[in-house]
C-alpha cells in the first residue's frame, strides 16, 4: 500500500490550498481516510478523517469552518481543501488510510502513511 500527498507549499495568512492523497495498493471504497499535520516541535495532530462513503467527516476544531475533506472513491484519492489559511497551519500534512468505521483523528488507528507534504503560511 502507498499513500502520495501533494498539494502543499508556500501561502500567504488567507490563502487556500487544495492537498490531495491518491492511494494505491487497495481498494479504498472501504477504508476510512485521515489528515494529519505535525508543526516544528509539536506532536501529530488529527486535522480531519472522512468515512469510507464518504457520508460523514470529522474535524479538529480549530479547522472546522476553514477546511473541507473529500474523496473519490473511483479515483482513489482524498482531498483536503483549506482556505483561509493561517500561520498556525504550517506543518507537515500527512494522509494516512485504514479499514474502519467511524473514521478517527487518532493516529493510531491507522496502519498506512503517506510521505507527507509541507504547507507554510506567512503572515
Known amino acids: 500500500v502507498q499513500l502520495q500527498a501533494s498539494g502543499g507549499g508556500l501561502v500567504q495568512a488567507g490563502g487556500s490550498l487544495r492537498l490531495s492523497c491518491v492511494v494505491s495498493?487497495?481498494?479504498?471504497?472501504?477504508?476510512?481516510m485521515g489528515w494529519f499535520r505535525q508543526a516544528p516541535g509539536k506532536e501529530r495532530e488529527g486535522v480531519s478523517c472522512i468515512s469510507a462513503s464518504g457520508s460523514s467527516a470529522v474535524y479538529l476544531d480549530a479547522v472546522k469552518g476553514r477546511f473541507t475533506i473529500s474523496r473519490d472513491n473511483a479515483k482513489n484519492t482524498v482531498y483536503l481543501q483549506m482556505n483561509s489559511l493561517k500561520p498556525e497551519d504550517t506543518g507537515i500534512y500527512y494522509c494516512?488510510?485504514?479499514?474502519?468505521?467511524?473514521?478517527?483523528?487518532?493516529?493510531?488507528?491507522?496502519?498506512?502513511w503517506g510521505q507527507g507534504t509541507l504547507v507554510t503560511v506567512s503572515s
Open positions: 494516512a488510510t485504514d479499514w474502519g468505521y467511524p473514521c478517527s483523528l487518532e493516529a493510531a488507528s491507522y496502519n498506512y
Open positions: 495498493g487497495l481498494t479504498l471504497d472501504t477504508y476510512i
